[in-house]
C-alpha cells in the first residue's frame, strides 16, 4: 500500500484479506519492486486509459508493463510512490474508490464481446450487471481475490480452457435462449449442471455466489476446494432457483472453433485486429502506440484478452494494412506464425524469487530455434506454480536451473503439465525436440 497512508476520507475501508495477489491497491512486493494489477471490466481500455497507464509506467515504475492471462494489465517495478501511482490510476477512471470492491472484479469475456459474428447473444449487458454486483455487494468482498467468473457468449474467439470458479455459456432450446453454467471447470472441459433462463442469469450469479459464502471455511477460497468435500449435486440443489437439467442440458456440450487471436479477426461488422507484445511485455511506447491508432483508425478502445494480448475493434477494412504496418513497427507480434507468438513465459528469476531460470530470456533465443511449422503452444515454467497461464499449455519447460528445462507434454490422463518427456534440457535441445512432429514427441 502507499508509503503516506491515506487517512479515512481519502481512502475507503478495506476488509482484510489474506492475498499475494497484487491489485490496484494491492502492491505487492517482487524481487523487482512493487506489482500493481489493473482490473479492466471484460478487457476494456479505454484509448486515454492505455495512455494514462504508460505515463504512470514511466513515472512511477520501471516502465515494464504486462498483459495477464484473465485480460488485465499490471504495472511492475514500482518504487515507493504507491500513493500517487494508484491516485493517477484512479482518476482515469481505471478503478472504483473502494479497494474491497476492485478485488473481486473478475468476469471473462470474450475480447470479441458484442462484435464476434459467431456469439449467440451480447455478454456485454449482463457482464455489467455481474460486476455492479459484485463490486456493489459489500458481502462479496469477502471473495477471494482470485475468485472468478466467465461469461461465454458462443464466440469464435473465445478461451474456454482457463478454470473459473462459475462458469456461464448460452444454448438455444425450445425457441428460448438459456444459460448453462458450471462450477470450479471451464467450457471446453466442464459438463454443465443446470441451465437457467438467459432473463435469471444475474439471479443465478448471486444465488451461486451467496451459497458458496454460506458453505465455505475460511480456508476454502476457491470453488474447488468446497466442492472436494461438499457434493455438488447438494450445492446446485440448494440454489433456489427453477434449474432445467433434462438430457439436452447436461449432454450439452459448447462448440469449438479453431481461431487465431492475431492478425485479422472477423467482426459482424467491421474488422478487428489481434496484436500481442512479445512474452505478454509492452513498453509505455507501444501502449501509446496502440492507443494512437485504436483511436484515429478504429473505435478509441482496446481490449486485453487471456492470450496476453491487444484487440483493436471497429476498424475499416481499408485501414487495416496501415494498421498492421505502424503497430509491428512498435514490435508487436501481429501473426501468430510468428515463433514468440506461440512461446509464453513467466517473470523468470530477475523478477521473481521462486524462478530458477531467466525464462523470458530463454524463450527469445528458444523462438530462433523453432521452425516456422512448430504449431502448438510453448510454455516456460521458472518454478511449478506456473504463474503465466491459466491452464496446461500443450508443451511445458519446468526450468531445473538457469538455461536448462524439463519438458512436459499435456496429456488429459495425467495431472499438473501432464507427461514427462525429456529431462535437464538445454534451450538447443528442447528445441530440437519441439521441432519434431507431435507425433514423435509422443513416442
Known amino acids: 500500500m502507499p508509503d503516506t497512508p491515506l487517512t479515512q476520507a481519502e481512502a475507503p475501508t478495506v476488509i482484510p484479506r489474506p492475498s499475494a495477489c497484487p491489485g490496484l491497491w494491492r502492491i505487492v512486493s517482487a524481487r523487482d519492486g512493487g506489482i500493481c494489477r489493473i482490473k479492466l471490466p471484460g478487457g476494456l481500455l479505454l484509448a ?6 504508460a505515463a504512470a509506467a514511466e513515472r512511477f515504475a520501471g516502465g515494464v508493463i504486462e498483459a495477464t492471462n484473465r485480460g488485465n494489465l499490471q504495472i511492475r517495478g514500482i518504487g515507493s510512490e504507491h500513493r500517487a501511482l494508484v491516485e493517477a490510476l484512479l482518476a482515469a477512471g481505471l478503478g472504483p474508490r473502494d479497494a474491497a470492491g476492485d478485488d473481486v472484479r473478475n468476469v471473462m469475456l470474450s475480447p470479441l464481446a458484442g462484435h464476434d459474428p459467431l456469439m449467440l447473444l451480447d455478454a456485454r449487458p449482463l457482464a455489467g450487471q455481474i460486476l455492479d454486483l459484485l463490486e456493489g455487494t459489500p458481502r462479496f468482498h469477502q471473495l477471494s481475490a482470485k475468485f472468478a467468473v466467465q461469461l461465454d457468449a458462443g464466440e469464435r474467439l473465445a478461451m474456454l480452457e482457463h478454470p473459473h470458479d462459475l462458469w456461464l455459456s448460452p444454448l438455444h432450446l425450445d425457441q428460448q435462449t438459456w444459460l448453462a453454467f458450471g462450477l470450479a471447470g471451464c467450457p471446453a ?9 438467459l432473463t435469471q442469469g444475474l439471479m443465478l450469479v448471486r444465488a451461486v455466489l451467496e451459497r458458496f459464502l454460506d458453505l465455505a471455511s475460511p480456508t476454502q477460497t476457491r470453488m474447488r476446494q468446497l466442492l472436494d468435500v461438499y457434493p455438488t449435486a447438494d450445492f446446485v440443489a440448494g440454489l433456489g432457483l427453477d434449474i432445467r437439467r433434462d438430457a439436452a442440458v447436461l449432454t450439452w456440450r459448447r462448440e469449438q472453433h479453431r481461431a487465431s487471436w492475431l492478425g485479422r479477426l472477423p467482426q459482424a461488422q467491421g474488422v478487428a485486429l489481434g496484436v500481442a507484445p512479445p512474452q505478454g511485455r509492452l513498453t509505455p511506447a507501444m501502449l501509446r502506440g496502440a492507443a494512437r491508432i485504436a483511436r484515429e483508425l478504429g473505435d478509441a478502445s482496446m481490449r486485453l484478452s487471456p492470450w496476453q494480448s491487444l ?3 471497429n476498424l475499416q477494412a481499408q485501414h487495416i494494412d496501415q494498421a498492421l504496418a505502424e503497430l509491428s513497427a512498435l514490435g508487436l507480434l501481429c501473426h501468430d ?11 523468470g528469476a530477475s523478477g521473481c524469487a521462486k524462478a530458477l531460470a531467466e525464462t523470458k530470456a530463454d524463450a527469445v533465443v528458444l523462438a530462433a530455434l523453432l521452425g516456422p511449422g512448430v ?14 497461464v491459466a491452464h496446461v499449455a500443450p508443451a511445458t519447460l ?3 536451473s538457469p538455461g536448462r528445462y524439463d519438458l512436459y507434454l499435456r496429456d488429459a490422463r495425467q495431472p499438473g503439465f501432464g507427461a514427462l ?9 528442447a528445441g530440437a525436440m519441439l521441432d519434431l512432429p507431435t507425433e514423435h514427441l509422443d513416442d
Open 48 to 53: 486515454e486509459q492505455a495512455e494514462a497507464v
Open 189 to 197: 472441459e466442464g459438463q454443465a449442471l443446470g441451465a437457467v433462463p
Open 311 to 313: 484487440v483493436l475493434s
Open 337 to 347: 506464425r510468428e515463433p514468440l507468438a506461440r512461446i509464453s513465459a513467466c517473470t
Open 375 to 388: 504449431p502448438a503452444s510453448v510454455h516456460l515454467s521458472g518454478c511449478p506454480r506456473s504463474c503465466a
Open 398 to 400: 519446468l526450468a531445473r
Open 421 to 429: 518427456r525429456a529431462t535437464d534440457l538445454t534451450l538447443n535441445e
